[in-house]
């Protein structure tokens, strides 16, 4: 099979589970070398590691907390330490919290713009400084800033500054020639999405799609894989769309 991506160093956030495990094996498959992250989920992020590794892929579980700016660090630097560079950052991690904006709690707020953008942003911050030259950085945003979805305010605000992180920052690394990127998955078949909605609920989103279905993490790991490659050199400060056509 061939390795376009042989010789590389990824780094995933929160790539224990769901779309990071997936896009963690894509990269991996790609020929890729992976640093694995997770805060949590250690035995998770082992199992993903495993799984890579009996495909004849190599990964590497690091724990940190990504909110953390003093463990973001310690992230980046182990990443170095092991694989002596890193040419690919997706920055993955975040939750989704779903409550009217008359409801959200300052707690929730700042709990939720901690994992969802100031991760990103310092995340940024350190592969501005640590990625080789040539890299690519791809953020997780969401299709969820372009539809009026009542309960996803917070959601939907954190990953508007996510996209703007993308587009100021792929011009501040054109030099460098270091793609900045954002990718805008629909729903997604993830137990983190399916958790709480029922059956009806689930059929409903997939009918706003183009293909009366939802997502798979190979969907939106397939569109890293895109972004990632030789052939995308010359994509920067975009947002792609991976949602199968949803209308809102």
């Not at 992230?75 to 409801?103: H, P, R, S, W």
């Not at 959200?104 to 969802?116: H, P």
């Not at 939802?214 to 949602?243: E, F, H, K, M, R």
Request: contains cysteine; aromatic residues 6%.
């Amino acid at each position: 099979m061939d390795k376009p991506l042989a010789g590389k160093v990824a780094l995933v956030t929160g790539s224990s589970r769901g779309i990071g495990r997936e896009i963690a094996r894509k990269l991996a498959q790609m020929g890729a070398v992976v640093a694995i992250n997770y805060n949590q989920s250690k035995s998770s992020a082992e199992e993903a590691c495993k799984q890579i590794m009996a495909a004849e892929g190599k990964a590497i579980a690091i724990q940190a907390d990504v909110t953390v700016m003093a463990e973001l660090q310690h992230l980046f630097d182990q990443t170095l330490e092991k694989f002596d560079k890193i040419d690919i950052l997706v920055n993955n991690a975040g939750i989704l919290i779903t409550k009217k904006i008359e409801q959200v709690s300052e707690e929730e707020y700042d709990r939720l713009f901690a994992s969802n953008v100031k991760s990103v942003f310092f995340a940024c911050q350190q592969a501005a400084e640590k990625l080789s030259p040539g890299g690519r950085i791809i953020n997780i945003s969401t299709t969820v800033t372009k539809i009026m979805m009542p309960g996803y305010g917070l959601y939907a605000a954190s990953k508007g500054a996510v996209d703007q992180i993308t587009r100021v920052l792929s011009r501040e690394l054109g030099k460098k020639n270091i793609t900045v990127n954002a990718i805008s998955p629909g729903p997604v078949d993830t137990e983190l999405f399916r958790a709480g909605k029922s059956e009806e609920q689930i059929a409903q989103m997939a009918g706003m799609s183009a293909f009366n279905r939802i997502g798979t993490p190979a969907d939106v790991a397939g569109a890293v894989a895109l972004l990632v490659s030789d052939d995308a050199s010359w994509i920067t400060g975009q947002n792609i769309y991976v949602n199968g056509g949803l209308a809102g």
